[in-house]
């Protein structure tokens, strides 16, 4: 079974700070991973996904992700953060197949402060 | 606008009723799934179709139950609502392998 542990429930940066969002994964077959934002009173957005090509990552608003298959790790960074960076992040796994489930963290709330 | 559609966006009913909560995906994604989230216990998976067949169960309870119809839009019908099914229900669609879900934004369930 695949699982998620993110490490740190809320993380508080900076204005212009940068952003480390800790993610480590358990998987028995390589996995595919994924990083989701949710803002409030929303639903989750993709920010991006790791699917064994590069194993680093860019996707929206700046953020980028790489696969460490040694320490099973999959952080999320960005060099500055911005107000509008706060929101829930999520990370998550599935295996790699068809259309399989996507198994969540429990998830990192990330305040940016002036 | 994501391109899956939930509705209604808020429901407030009473214990022991029971709600359908309907999801559109996304056009030409054939898989959907149902998310409950809840403060307690995070977002948990509940049921995947893919083309109008169950694929994958999660903590689903046997007071709900889903479908996935031929136009692929699909319902989560809760019964016997107790208390502590308040929560968010997300529905998600995807493509297929690796493309991840697009989300819908949400039935916010509330059992008084």
């Known amino acids: 079974a695949q699982s998620v542990t993110q490490l740190g429930s809320h993380v508080s940066v900076s204005e212009g700070a940068l952003v480390l969002l800790r993610c480590n994964y358990s998987s028995s077959v390589p996995p595919y991973l994924f990083w989701y934002v949710q803002y409030p009173n929303q639903g989750l957005q993709l920010l991006l996904k790791?699917?064994?090509?590069?194993?680093l990552v860019k996707g929206i608003n700046g953020f980028e992700a790489e696969f460490k298959k040694s320490e099973t790790s999959f952080h999320l960074t960005k060099p500055s953060a911005h107000m509008s960076d706060a929101a829930e992040y999520f990370c998550?796994?599935?295996?790699?197949?068809?259309?399989?489930?996507?198994?969540f963290g429990t998830g990192t709330r990330l305040q940016v402060t002036l | 606008d994501s391109g899956v559609t939930q509705t209604p966006k808020h429901l407030i009913t009473a214990t022991g009723q029971r709600v359908t909560l309907r999801c559109s995906p996304r056009?030409?994604?054939?898989?959907v799934y149902w998310y409950q989230q809840s403060l307690d216990q995070g977002l948990q998976f509940l049921i995947q179709y893919y083309n109008g067949e169950e694929r994958a169960k999660g903590n689903i309870l046997e007071r709900f139950s889903a479908q996935q119809f031929p136009d692929l839009h699909s319902e989560l019908n809760l019964s016997s609502l107790e208390l502590g099914d308040s929560a968010l229900y997300f529905c998600a669609s995807s493509v297929g392998q690796g493309s991840g879900y697009t989300f819908g934004s949400g039935t916010r369930l509330t059992v008084v």
């Open positions: 998550a796994v599935s295996r790699t197949g068809t259309a399989s489930k996507l198994t």
């Open positions: 790791y699917t064994s090509a590069a194993t």
């Open positions: 056009s030409g994604d054939l898989s």
